[in-house]
């Protein structure tokens, strides 16, 4: 599975962005997707996850109520709406696909695809 992650980019904080993540190579609906975050000088960190079919999601506790994760299986995209952004929101997002569920807490260490992050930076 290859997985290309855009969207990212400078917002102010209180405002919003949309994350993308398109893939391609396998059934997508075969994979769990998620998205995690690497801020400078911090561990990587899981944000959000969703089921094959997307009737089950995840969050981490940062930020539930302000994101809001979606997929597409016809095609074969996973999204990240985030709304009211702020300056700890800001990192590298990482699309991860995995055959099998993960959620909270996960550090995405055996995740079986990542893509490129892209990078979102919040100005306060």
């Known amino acids: 599975v290859q997985l290309q992650a855009y969207g990212g980019g400078l917002v102010q904080a209180g405002g919003s962005l949309r994350l993308s993540c398109a893939a391609s190579?396998?059934?997508?609906?075969?994979?769990?997707m998620g998205w995690f975050r690497q801020a400078p000088g911090k561990e990587r960190e899981f944000v959000a996850s969703i089921g094959w079919s997307g009737s089950r999601t995840y969050y981490a506790d940062s930020v539930k109520g302000r994101f809001t994760i979606s997929r597409d299986n016809a095609k074969n995209t996973v999204y990240l709406q985030m709304n009211s952004l702020n300056a700890e929101d800001t990192a590298v997002y990482f699309c991860?696909?995995?055959?099998?569920?993960?959620?909270?807490?996960?550090?995405?260490?055996?995740?079986?695809?990542w893509g490129k992050g892209t990078l979102v930076t919040v100005s306060s």
């Open positions: 190579g396998r059934i997508f609906s075969s994979y769990y």
């Open positions: 991860a696909a995995d055959r099998r569920a993960y959620g909270a807490g996960y550090n995405g260490n055996g995740i079986d695809y």
